[in-house]
T-cell receptor, first 113, second 111 residues
């Protein structure tokens, strides 16, 4: 099946700093990628849809200026958490859909101290 | 907005017992997908259901899409310890492009 990678897998940062998370589709092109957030023992909450070459579409309640998404190529989308705070600590997962099923990256666990 | 609820939230079963999780949507769906997430892992696609009343099987797993296309179920026969994880349904509403994930059912299998 299709492979989606994410980097880094874990990151610890200090409050007020920014963190960039990369999501890559390794063996297919993805014009659309999705970014999710998952709190412990909870479901996946869609944050935004990343569109190659255009602006991301954010879900209601997600701050665009805080979670910057860039989809510069057909295989790479990045999520930057700006001015991170402890409440931003979470598991961030990206996914891409080559046909109909979603393939998820392994996720990035962000801890903000 | 659209809500996708799953019941039960948790289920503990003895190895060899059957298990069922139910997924209910507040709106009619275009299709529904099922995913499994192992502890510490990421969701892995299991199957997609499209047709009203559709039933699909994968070895010990049976998936069903309701006649009204507003609910679905996943049934596991004779559970094994490898079935441990959280099972999510993901629902797609007609006219939209994004899947809404259900609340998930966490399955523990006791050996």
């Amino acid at each position: 099946g299709a492979v989606v990678s994410q980097h880094p897998s874990r990151v610890i940062c200090k409050s007020g700093t920014s963190v960039k998370i990369e999501c890559r589709s390794l063996d297919f092109q993805a014009t659309t990628m999705f970014w999710y957030r998952q709190f412990p023992k909870q479901s996946l909450m869609l944050m935004a849809t990343s569109n190659e070459g255009s602006k991301a579409t954010y879900e209601q309640g997600v701050e665009k200026d805080k979670f910057l998404i860039n989809h510069a190529s057909l295989t790479l989308s990045t999520l930057t958490v700006t001015s991170a705070h402890p409440e931003d600590s979470s598991f961030y997962i990206c996914s891409a859909r080559p046909i109909y099923e979603q393939y998820f990256g392994p996720g990035t666990r962000l801890t903000v101290t | 907005g659209q809500q996708v609820m799953q019941i039960p939230q948790y289920q503990h079963v003895q190895e060899g017992e059957d298990f069922t999780t139910y997924c209910n949507s507040s709106t009619t769906l275009s299709n529904i997908q099922w995913y499994k997430q192992r502890p510490g892992g990421h969701p892995v696609f299991l199957i997609q259901l499209v047709k009203s009343g559709e039933v699909k099987k994968q070895k010990r797993l049976t998936f069903q899409f309701g006649e009204a296309k507003k609910n679905s179920s996943l049934h596991i026969t004779a559970t094994q310890t490898t079935d441990v994880g959280t099972y999510f349904c993901a629902a797609l509403t007609s006219g939209t492009y994004k899947y809404i994930f259900g609340t998930g059912t966490r399955l523990k299998v006791l050996a």
